[in-house]
């Protein structure tokens, strides 16, 4: 212990005499021993020193005497807030090592420590150094991994923020939101998964035709929509706000960043918000104009397994502002095969006399020889059987919730044409126009004049012709087309029923999706307002695969005459064995599908005495006679083909003529083309 004692005794006595001696001893010396034992020295001490040997220094140094640092904690603090402020964070961890070991050598007061401190000291300077050299991943380090030369990483802004508009979330992955990244692009992909499942299972048509056939459906699928559109614009915005986080970028750059990202919204907004609005608008068209549902949707295939044909009835209603209540002003059936698609069109004559009733219905029980409220053939017609059924409803007996009207009509066609009618559609004649607008018009090539106005009205006052559809090759709009269809100045009922069927071919072959789809409000307006249907909605689907086929089908077209039977008088047993050999020849799909309407042939079938008289009120059925040298004129030639047109049937050329008009005649009363007021084009 004493010599322990004596040995501290020591160091402390030594230690004084160094202190003692530091302004006696050579500047040789007292280099060596500074180097040994450094003792600790104040800051103003320094800095006197310093301005000892450089003037400007201490002059600087006195003007700032109040801001001074005093010791060497406080330079190293301002040194680090001046470091702070010229973008860099200077590291203290090493200073602070130092000092440590600097103030332990001053508390135990030996040579030892005070040799320890200085080589930590160095250490401490050495680690500095260092890190300096070496970033750590939490200082300049993770500045440099992220920035970069100012706009540099604009290309990869713009692309990574397009492609998250493509796969909304994958701008996320790049991104501190990776999670809710992976999130977004796995719905996106499982949605698209289950509806490519959901068309594979049901087949394209069939799953979008119950889509569309559906109001609830097609609700839920309105919503969905436009929160879809929100979020996955909200998605990309998020996305492009991360990509840029940590970069910077020039002032064009930013404005053009700008754009793309408004650019992108509407991209995904429009489409997505188009698409509620048409499903909001298919929603309240379906619910409006098609019935009840009368179960779960079915198949053509499976709706009418056991059905071979079905056939619908579709009237067009004229409530013109010169009739007293709703007339029908086209009467067709349509007769179609469920299996192929083909089909039998029936244009039912509005002068068919004395139609007959569905034996055993009430109607039939009214009117056992046929309808005869005044026995005269010019009044009691199929088209004025509407009228008596809303003046008489007490009569037509159950109605199954239809117009009277309306149900004493289709009864009538069921008895006169032998053929249940499954179905019903009705349109306004005002409703035509719009659907012709809608699709932009019709092209055809018009045979002759056709004279807008015209005819009697129902008090026998002639009506005048206040315009007319030119001939030639033109577009139709819609009032031009309406006046195509129902003119009957100059005109008989099976020219007229001809050009109604014309028209109808016409346009759907050549109605354009895009141009259905672009007009589709208007036309779903247009349709609850003038459209009726009996179809429920659960078998939207059937008629949408069944309207595809028909596509592929053929269409006949068949037309009730005087070759088949006297309309002013007929002999609805012939006429019922007629209709239903075409409807037959139709399904079948034979090679000359328009019918010969020869009423001669079904009647001498039946051995029946009266089978000249169907075909004998004109030469229609005679074949044109050549020139003596075998050779005709153009002119003639088409005449002749309008000639042996049976009537209501189209000529060679798929043109219609009423009985008696030659191709190139002068219509009686046209101005010529510069004289109508049509519209078309």
């Known amino acids: 212990m004493l010599r322990a004692a004596a040995a501290s005794g020591a160091s402390a006595a030594g230690v004084a ?16 021993r500074d180097s040994a034992h450094d003792a600790p020295r ?3 001490q320094d800095e006197s020193a310093a301005s000892a040997g450089d003037p400007r220094e201490f002059d600087r140094t006195d003007n700032d005497t109040d801001s ?22 200077t590291p203290s961890g090493g200073r602070a090592a130092r000092n440590a070991p600097a103030a332990a050598a001053v508390g135990a007061g030996g040579t030892t420590a005070v040799a320890g401190a200085s080589s930590a000291a160095r250490g401490a300077d050495a680690d500095d150094a260092a890190r300096e050299e070496k970033p750590t991943g939490h200082g300049p380090g993770r500045a440099r991994r992220h920035s970069s030369r100012l706009g540099e990483t604009f290309p990869s802004l713009v692309g990574w923020t397009s492609l998250s508009t493509l796969l909304p979330g ?10 809710a990244g992976l999130i977004v692009f796995g719905l996106f992909v499982l949605t698209l998964l289950v509806g490519l499942v959901y068309l594979l299972v049901k087949g394209p048509v069939r799953a979008i035709a119950t889509i569309i056939a559906s109001p609830s459906l097609l609700n839920f699928l ?6 879809v559109a929100v979020i996955w614009i909200l998605v990309m915005v998020v996305s492009h706000l991360g990509l840029r986080r940590g970069h910077r970028y020039r002032p064009w750059q930013n404005k053009l960043a700008g754009v793309l990202v408004v650019s992108l919204a509407l991209i995904i907004g429009i489409p997505l918000g188009v698409g509620s609005v048409f499903a909001r608008v298919q929603s309240d068209t379906v619910a409006s104009l098609f019935g009840d549902s009368t179960g779960k949707a079915h198949s053509a295939e499976d709706l009418w397994a056991d059905k071979p044909y079905i056939n619908v009835f579709l009237m067009g209603r004229d409530n013109g502002d010169d009739r007293e209540g709703t007339r029908p002003d086209t009467m067709l059936v349509a007769s179609i095969d469920t299996k192929t698609g083909n089909a039998a069109l029936i244009s039912v004559p509005r002068n068919l006399a004395f139609p007959i009733f569905p034996e055993g219905s009430e109607l039939e029980k009214a009117w056992p020889d046929g309808f005869r409220p005044s026995g005269d053939s010019s009044e009691d017609l199929i088209n004025a059987v509407w009228q008596w059924g809303e003046q008489n409803p007490d009569q037509i007996g159950n109605a199954h919730g239809l117009e ?7 009864q009538a066609v069921e008895g006169s044409l032998g053929l249940n009618l499954d179905y019903w559609a009705s349109v306004d004649m005002a409703g035509f126009e719009d659907v012709v607008d809608a699709i932009g018009g019709v092209k055809i090539d018009v045979e002759r004049p056709i004279p807008m106005g015209g005819g009697k009205s129902m008090s026998g006052v002639k009506n005048e012709v206040y315009g007319w559809v030119d001939p030639g090759p033109q577009t139709l709009k819609g009032k031009d087309a309406l006046w195509y269809v129902r003119s009957r100045e100059g005109s008989d009922n099976y020219d007229r029923m001809c050009r109604q069927q014309r028209m109808l071919k016409t346009t759907l072959e050549q109605v354009d999706p895009q141009e259905i789809a672009t007009a589709y409000p208007k036309l779903a307006n247009s349709a609850t307002r003038n459209i009726a249907t009996s179809i ?100 003639g030639a088409e005449a002749d083909a309008t000639e042996t047109t049976t009537p209501g049937e189209p ?8 009985k008696g008009y030659k191709p190139g005649d002068d219509f009686p009363g046209y101005p010529g083309p510069n004289g109508g007021t049509g519209e078309q084009g």
């Not at 309105?222 to 929160?227: F, G, P, T």
């Not at 009277?404 to 289709?410: H, L, N, S, V």
């Not at 000529?651 to 009423?658: F, H, I, L, R």
């Open 651 to 658: 000529n060679a050329e798929g043109k219609c003529y009423p």
């Open 222 to 227: 309105a919503i969905a929509a436009v929160l």
């Open 68 to 89: 001074a640092p005093r010791t060497r904690r406080d330079a190293r603090e301002r040194h680090a807030a001046e470091s702070r402020g010229r973008g860099r964070k």
């Open 42 to 44: 104040t800051f103003a």
């Open 17 to 32: 005499a160094a202190a003692s001696s530091n302004t006696q001893d050579d500047p040789t010396t007292r280099s060596r």
């Open 170 to 179: 994958v701008g996320l992955l790049r991104t501190r939101f990776r999670p």
């Open 404 to 410: 009277p009207g309306m149900w004493t009509t289709m």
């Open 536 to 635: 429920p909605q659960n078998e939207i689907p059937a008629f949408i695969e069944l309207a595809l086929m028909m596509q592929k089908g053929d269409v006949t077209s068949v037309q009730i005459n005087n070759d088949v039977t006297p309309t002013y008088n007929p002999d609805f047993d012939v006429l019922h064995k007629w209709i239903l050999g075409e409807v037959k020849g139709a399904s079948d799909g034979e090679e000359t599908p328009k019918p010969t309407n020869d009423g001669s042939t079904s009647q001498e079938s039946e051995d029946s005495a009266d089978s000249a008289e169907g075909g004998s009120e004109d030469t229609a059925t005679e074949e044109p006679a050549d020139s003596a040298d075998g050779s005709t004129d153009e002119a």
